[in-house]
């Protein structure tokens, strides 16, 4: 199994220590995700219940915002905040003895944010991709993502989250995650992930919402992200940054 949430930092060997030590430890992966509960919850599931692509290369991830108000969860601050915690991380990597071109386990911050109604999306990838913070975007919302693990869902969304979340709502079965004799779920009840969403004995949930997010994502011919409509790479998070092979 991937391994869950760890310490706050690498576990320090001054002087670098062997290979054999550099090599074992898992990769330290932090993430500033926008919404407060969604996300988090996503990824503890993903997490507990995830196959590693590689024997041997574990994640151990942290939140990096659990406790942020919502005025500090929009995109640009988000990032500047993820740049922060990477510089600091980094630091530690090097006292570890790690190296970024040599070493799987060099640590990684990873900031998951939708498209919504942030004025900001532009100048916060730019500024991400400047220093090194990676960037899990979905278009109009996360939602997309979870919708996708039930449908191949192309339609634009108008930019409008709830349209996406009550599409999600209204999938067979979905209501019943929430407990066998419920038929219908509030917006706020939804937010709340449930294993049976996006898990599958077989694997072929995440096969599925990764291919059709892939498709819908090649249609998106604009250089500016504020028109992807729809769009969702949060695959990529699961399998550059999780190292995961799939759930």
């Known amino acids: 199994m991937a391994r869950t949430r760890g310490g706050d930092g690498i576990n320090r060997r001054k002087g670098g220590g062997g290979t054999k030590g550099r090599t074992g430890r898992p990769r330290q992966v932090y993430v500033f995700t ?5 996300e988090p919850e996503y990824i503890d ?8 692509a590689k024997a041997g290369e574990t994640v151990q991830h942290h939140i990096g915002n659990p406790n942020a108000e919502s005025k500090l ?3 640009l601050r988000l990032v500047q905040e993820a740049v922060r915690t990477l510089r600091k991380v980094e630091r530690e ?12 386990n060099w640590p990684q911050v990873w900031v998951l944010f939708d498209r919504d109604d942030h004025l900001s999306i532009p100048e916060a990838r730019r500024l991400a991709e400047k220093e090194g913070v990676k960037v899990a975007y979905s278009h109009p919302c996360f939602e997309l993502w979870r919708l996708l693990h039930y449908t191949n869902y192309t339609s634009s969304f108008g930019g409008v989250c709830g349209d996406a979340n009550g599409r999600l709502r209204s999938r067979p079965g ?5 407990g066998r004799s419920v038929r219908s779920v509030s917006e706020t ?5 449930r294993e049976e969403q996006v898990l ?14 892939q498709a819908i994502n ?12 729809p769009y969702t790479d949060v695959w990529r998070f699961v399998e550059e940054g999780l190292l995961l092979g799939g759930y």
């Open 34 to 38: 926008e919404g407060e509960v969604t």
């Open 45 to 52: 599931i993903i997490m507990k219940n995830g196959t590693p």
């Open 73 to 75: 969860r929009k995109p």
């Open 93 to 104: 990597a090097k006292e570890a003895g790690l190296k970024q071109d040599r070493d799987w």
């Open 174 to 178: 979905f209501a019943a995650t929430y």
């Open 189 to 193: 009840q939804s937010k709340h992930v």
């Open 200 to 213: 599958s004995e077989d694997g072929s949930r995440y096969r599925d919402a990764k291919r059709y997010a």
């Open 218 to 229: 090649k249609r998106c011919d604009s250089p500016n992200p504020n028109d992807w409509d």
